[in-house]
């Protein structure tokens, strides 16, 4: 060994303070919340990000002012904030100073120690609200929104060549239709519904009269009888197509706020799934080659507004427990990834815009879900001796007779008089 170690080691400190090292040692981990679903052999790890890294130090005062030195070092460590801190190996680094206790043994007079924990310093402001959590999941779908706005000049026509341009138009129509479909089983109201209609048939007709799959502005002007933000002239068929089902959601959440995001949720999911068998992107000849990469990207456009909406709904919906806000967490990190793992066949370029918006709409569902489901109740299982009346057993668990009816909803329990004796409940 030629390198001489000590001339490259940092002298310690902290915030400022000096001491001596004779142990540090350096933890971190990733934050993984692994999640096992029945019938399913492969668990879900989700990784929730970095944990918190920690030091700990041995640091020590030998001399005769070690008892001084200590008080010194003691009065630093009790300081509030983050400061400097200077580790022989690591250098400088931004921590916190967490815990500490002092060592000193009789037999070594003059030698003093202080056991020190150091945490990584993290985000210099609180942690946001759940209500600006929300937004922001609002503000990743439209960006999402300009991300497929990029994809009306990646469709391949080949000159317009009339059978690959016809696939093209009948996948779009394919997308309007299945709106009509969702709308028809979400909205209600027949005025909202009507008006729905309407605009998706002018939407057909726009995608059916051209082949570069942008739509005229009387098109997007009969948007403002919906609410919709003006969109500009031109814009991409699937934005539209995103714009509309985000409208969709809009009218039927609004109608009803309790049931509604669920409602959304599910008349959306297939769309999330897309197609998952879709042929690869090979083909003997140019033209089938250019097929098969645009059923990529209208399946890519299927993908991305159906996990729009999907990212909407989830932060209006209300989570009556822990397990629920998680399954819900972990359906859309999997769909997401999904939709991620068919991107990749558009190819590096293509696919780095509507990847990046894909995955800032995850993180920001995913740290709102993270935030909501931390303060709800777990769930748990009861075992009783006998099939008891719901409003008895309300009684047992949460001395509140009233929340019986709650349950026998959770349970599905046919008659309340006689709940299973096996059954959930809410832990509090």
């Not at 309007?176 to 909205?187: C, E, H, P, R, Y």
């Not at 714009?243 to 509604?260: N, P, T, V």
């Not at 397990?323 to 859309?332: K, N, P, Y």
Request: net charge negative.
């Amino acid at each position: 060994m030629t390198r001489d170690w000590l001339s490259t080691l940092w002298p310690a400190s902290w915030q400022g303070v000096p001491f001596w090292v004779e142990k540090d040692t350096h933890a971190g981990k990733r934050r993984i919340a692994s999640h096992e679903f029945p019938g399913r052999d492969d668990p879900l790890h989700e990784d929730l990000g970095s944990g918190v890294a920690r030091w700990q130090v041995t640091a020590y005062f030998a001399s005769d002012t070690a008892d001084a030195d200590a008080a010194i070092l003691l009065a630093a460590l009790d300081q509030p904030g983050p400061g400097l801190l200077v580790l022989p190996i690591d250098g400088p680094v931004a921590a916190r100073a967490h815990e500490w206790h002092r060592e000193r043994e009789r037999d070594k007079a003059g030698y003093v120690a202080w056991q020190i924990t150091f945490l990584r310093e993290g985000a210099t402001a609180i942690l946001a609200t759940q209500a600006s959590l929300g937004q922001s999941v609002f503000d990743a779908v439209d960006g999402l929104s300009a991300a497929l706005g990029l994809l009306a000049t990646a469709y391949d026509l080949m000159g317009t060549v009339d059978w690959v341009t016809a696939a093209v138009t009948d996948g779009l129509v394919d997308l309007v239709a299945g709106l009509d479909l969702v709308a028809g089983t979400i909205l209600d109201d027949a005025v909202a519904a009507l008006a729905v209609t309407s605009t998706l048939t002018a939407v057909v007709a726009a995608i059916e009269d051209g082949t570069d799959f942008a739509l005229a502005s009387d098109v997007v002007s009969g948007f403002a009888g919906l609410g919709l933000d003006a969109l500009a002239t031109g814009v991409d068929a699937g934005a539209v197509i995103l714009a509309l089902a985000r409208k969709i959601g809009d009218l039927a959440i609004e109608a009803d706020s309790a049931a509604g995001p669920d409602r959304v949720r599910d008349a959306f999911a297939p769309w999330t799934i897309a197609d998952p068998d879709a042929a690869p992107v090979t083909a003997a000849t140019t033209c089938r080659l250019a097929m098969a990469r645009n059923g990529v990207r209208l399946d890519v456009v299927q993908r991305l507004v159906g996990l729009a909406v999907t990212a909407e709904a989830i932060v209006r919906a209300t989570y009556a427990s822990r397990q629920e806000g998680v399954a819900a967490r972990a359906d859309f990190v999997v769909a997401t990834e999904r939709a991620l793992v068919a991107m990749d066949s558009l190819g590096a370029a293509e696919a780095a815009e509507p990847s990046t918006a894909l995955v800032a709409v995850r993180d920001a569902a995913v740290e709102w879900l993270t935030r909501a489901i931390a303060d709800l109740a777990p769930v748990r299982t009861i075992r009783t001796s006998a099939e008891l009346p719901a409003t008895v057993l309300a009684w047992v668990l949460y001395r509140d007779p009233s929340r019986g009816p709650e349950l026998v909803s959770r349970n599905q329990v046919t008659h309340p008089g006689f709940m299973p004796r096996v059954f959930e409940a809410l832990v509090s």
